[in-house]
């Protein structure tokens, strides 16, 4: 296989801290500024995965950062520059402690949930007599914390997250509005694709000047789930599953290798020829998404393109 960043050791300018997530790695600078890297690691059921997969860091930074470009005209966002492939570089920010998953389908979490019986969550109502993917109502807010490196997030309810003093009632409100107004903009962007926008989380911040920001990634399909249009009314009515474009294959995959991310399960080993389908996934993925023919950048030394990249464009603002 290709060369993949499955963790990196910058020393940028003005360097003052390091925060490694489960994909990303931000490194925070003195002036307040943000530099964050995707790395290829991929992260399902919460656990990161072995082996890196070629191109998905830049997969995931280009998708995202033409996503907060194209919804910057109704919620505003951390980012400053993409200086390299795999870089987001922006406005350091408090973190909002949850996550804001929005759901307009009843499918994966909440399929699953709802097999089980259970007819809430979050605190919202799912109807009785829905089938897996058929589309709800309206479309629901199903929050979750924020887990800590290695931990799960947990589902939470607005109830809770107000009760328990995480997001002040007047922020929750604001961010309940732009989660719904994102995903307005992210279902009219993907029917313009032809796909349906499923369901998607949202990550937020607040400035030192207490601007609540979107921040993180957005519509990835990390971060979210899609269908394709074409077929879908005719699956629901065969109750045949959906033709989807989302992680969620990884997921099966390790489903039906006995691993859901649980205690004593051990990762299946993926070969590098499922490496290889899974690197062509995402690059389906992002041309779907996105509309656009994906260009490889050159993975020959990731590690030294991203320092040179990055150090440039700090150059060039420090002047």
């Not at 922006?90 to 973190?95: F, L, M, R, T």
């Not at 205690?263 to 299946?268: A, I, L, N």
Request: net charge negative; charged share 25%.
């Amino acid at each position: 296989m290709g060369n993949t960043i499955i963790a990196t050791d910058f020393n940028f300018p003005g360097q003052q801290s390091v925060y490694r997530g489960k994909v990303r790695e931000v490194y925070r600078l003195h002036n307040d500024i943000l530099v964050m890297v995707a790395t290829d690691r991929l992260s399902a059921f919460d656990v990161v995965m072995p082996k890196g997969i070629p191109y998905k860091g830049q997969i995931l930074n280009q998708i995202a950062t033409k996503m907060m470009e194209a919804t910057k005209d109704i919620v505003p966002n951390w980012l400053l520059a993409t200086p390299d492939p795999n870089v987001a570089i922006g406005h350091a920010c408090e973190p909002f402690k949850v996550e804001m998953v929005i759901r307009g389908y009843l499918s994966g979490h909440a399929a699953r949930e709802y097999k089980a019986g259970k007819r809430m969550l979050c605190g919202v109502a799912m109807p009785d007599g829905m089938q897996e993917n058929d589309p709800f109502p309206e479309p629901i807010i199903t929050p979750a914390t924020k887990a800590e490196k290695g931990d799960h997030d947990e589902d939470i309810s607005k109830e809770d997250i107000l009760g328990r003093g995480i997001v002040s009632e007047a922020d929750y409100a604001q961010l309940e509005k732009y989660t719904r107004a994102l995903f307005r903009r992210g279902t009219e962007i993907a029917a313009e694709r032809g796909l349906i926008l499923v369901d998607t989380k949202y990550e937020f911040g607040k400035t030192k000047a207490g601007k609540i920001v979107l921040i993180d990634e957005i519509h990835t399909p990390d971060s979210s789930r899609y269908f394709y249009q074409e077929g879908y009314a005719d699956r629901q009515t065969k109750g045949l599953p959906q033709k989807q474009l989302s992680k969620e294959f990884v997921r099966q995959w390790l489903i039906s290798n006995g691993f859901q991310g649980l205690e004593g399960q051990t990762v299946p080993e993926m070969t590098d020829a499922y490496i290889e389908t899974v690197s062509a996934r995402y690059i389906e993925l992002y041309e779907n998404i996105t509309g656009e023919t994906f260009n490889k950048a050159n993975i020959t030394n990731i590690q030294e393109r991203i320092n040179e990249n990055v150090k440039a464009y700090l150059n060039g603002i420090d002047q």
